[in-house]
């Protein structure tokens, strides 16, 4: 059995089983932060000129047409913030786009609306069929691997990009970033590389009950190499351009337009938030909110002190996590028992069901040697 070990700047530890510490007790995250990403970040001019350059060739892609990019909005600070650059600095005219898999917090469907409203930009709105979408949830909690938020990542990402490509939208803008993402979750922990359309039919043929006629599925191969290289679809992101302060962003949002934090990051989706402060830790002994911190320590926004103590104790009490479990369960039409039951059994992970994880990790090895994408993170 492994000694337990945390790093002595940020706060990961060897909950992820691949953590490397060098002679000074300092992980590989840190030293990925310090010498891959931080020399390749620029918020200050040099990024400004950088963001106002895309920004021209956005608004030169989109002439003569309603909208010149494409936004995911799902009411959380990131996309929030992506869409206030986009239209407030870039200059552009984004369509913002949102997923509705069932999950969506009441302070996010608020969110949603302020931003639209204040920033006088048009949402469409993609509902997921409920019966096709909470079949593949549970059939992926039968399934027992960590990587429970999949379902709702292949819906938010497959639906925004197949909405993309067929409204021939050639830039897409997310509200991936650098200053709250820099400590990348670990694969372990559920962060699975993409969109594996294999893994995710295997398990649901193992464990689903009905046929997911409309759920949108568009594989990590498909929008990494077809979209791109042959449709011309550019995933832009903004947030790594501009100085972005968690606070500071929400501060600014606050005061525009009404908008409201929330407690913690992912807290936009009812489903997320209970796998990642309950589900995840309590199962699989992984906490996501290692690298949500750890990131804000090394970009300097939160100290190792204030992280650790929050780390001293639940991120929601335990009165309000059995409300939750209730309400899960009853929504995914479940017993309460049976939902426990589930949380009970065998802990597994992707290796246990058909993959392409290989074939996604020879993918990015290639596209990087042949300098067709940056990898910076570790």
Not at 52 to 66: F, L, N
Not at 160 to 179: D, E, P, Q
Not at 195 to 211: A, E, N, Q, Y
Not at 325 to 331: C, E, L, S, V
Request: glycine share 8%; proline share 4%.
């Amino acid at each position: 059995m492994t000694q337990y070990k945390i790093c002595t700047s940020c706060i990961m530890d060897t909950s992820d089983p691949r953590i490397h510490f060098n002679h000074a007790g300092k992980c590989d995250y840190c030293n990925n932060f310090e010498f891959n990403i931080k020399p390749n970040w620029h918020t200050d001019e040099q990024g400004y000129a950088q963001l106002m350059e895309v920004a021209q060739k956005i608004k030169a892609s989109g002439s003569g047409r309603d909208f010149d990019c494409i936004i995911g909005l799902s009411g959380g600070l990131d996309s929030s913030y992506t869409a206030y650059i986009a239209k407030e600095i870039m200059g552009l005219r984004p369509l913002l786009f949102h997923v509705d898999a069932g999950w969506n917090t009441d302070q996010a469907v608020g969110n949603i609306e302020k931003l639209v409203n204040g920033l006088g930009l048009e949402l469409f709105t993609e509902v997921i069929n409920w019966e096709e979408m909470k079949d593949l949830q549970v059939a992926f909690l039968k399934a027992q691997i960590p990587d429970q938020d999949l379902p709702q990542d292949v819906a938010f990402f497959s639906g925004l990009y197949k909405f993309a490509r067929k409204h021939k939208l050639k830039y897409v803008l997310t509200g991936g970033n650098f200053s709250t993402e820099c400590c990348r979750e670990p694969e372990e922990w559920g962060g699975y590389p993409g969109i594996d359309r294999t893994l995710v039919m295997d398990i649901h043929r193992k464990f689903g009950s009905r046929p997911l006629k409309s759920f949108p599925i568009v594989d990590i191969m498909t929008y990494k190499l077809y979209y791109r290289y042959v449709k011309g679809m550019q995933i832009f992101k903004p947030l790594n351009l501009v100085p972005y302060i968690k606070k500071d962003a929400e501060a600014l949002l606050q005061n525009k337009f009404g908008w409201q934090p929330f407690q913690h990051k992912h807290h936009e989706s009812r489903f997320t938030r209970f796998y990642e402060d309950y589900w995840m830790p309590r199962k699989f002994g992984y906490e996501k909110r290692r690298a949500h911190f750890s990131s804000l320590i090394l970009t300097g926004q939160m100290t190792r002190q204030d992280a650790l103590e929050r780390m001293s104790k639940p991120e929601m009490d335990e009165h309000f996590m059995k409300q939750e479990f209730r309400y899960i369960a009853n929504k995914l039409d479940l017993t309460e028992d049976e939902l426990q039951a589930i949380f009970e059994g065998p802990n597994k992970t992707y290796r246990d069901y058909k993959n392409k994880k290989w074939l996604i990790g020879l993918g990015a090895t290639v596209m990087q040697k042949l300098g067709l994408e940056k990898r910076l993170f570790r």
